[in-house]
């Protein structure tokens, strides 16, 4: 059974920080490419970072520079360190797990973790 669960979701002031965090079991985690999407309301879910199985990282635009993805592969554990949050980052966050080599060899979400920004 394939597990990823998110955790350090919260209501954070603009410009604070949160470090998300997802424990994946029931995977062989370090061959897995690693994700951070999100979602708000009535809006299509968006990639947020990724990160590959051998530790390149890719960033949306929108969250260069205050964003960093990274894995440790012997905790089985992807994160996500958000710093300068703005209002606009409210949004329900999902970890995703991805075989290489394509979907049909795995392809796995969390259950997520609210984020919301807010004075």
């Known amino acids: 059974q394939v597990k990823l669960v998110e955790s350090g979701g919260d209501l954070v002031q603009p410009g604070g920080s949160l470090r998300l965090s997802c424990a994946a079991s029931?995977?062989?985690?370090?061959?897995?490419?690693m994700g951070w999407y999100r979602q708000a309301p009535g809006k299509e879910r968006e990639l947020v970072a990724l990160?590959?199985?051998?530790?390149?990282?890719n960033y949306a635009d929108f969250v260069k520079g205050r964003f960093t993805i990274s894995r440790d592969n012997a905790k089985n554990t992807v994160y996500l360190q958000m710093n300068s949050l703005k209002p606009e980052d409210t949004a329900v966050y999902y970890c995703?797990?991805?075989?290489?080599?394509?979907?049909?060899?795995?392809?796995?979400w969390g259950q997520g973790t609210q984020v919301t920004v807010s004075s």
């Open positions: 995703h797990a991805q075989h290489p080599l394509g979907r049909g060899l795995g392809d796995y």
């Open positions: 029931g995977i062989l985690f370090s061959i897995n490419d």
């Open positions: 990160i590959t199985n051998f530790g390149s990282a």
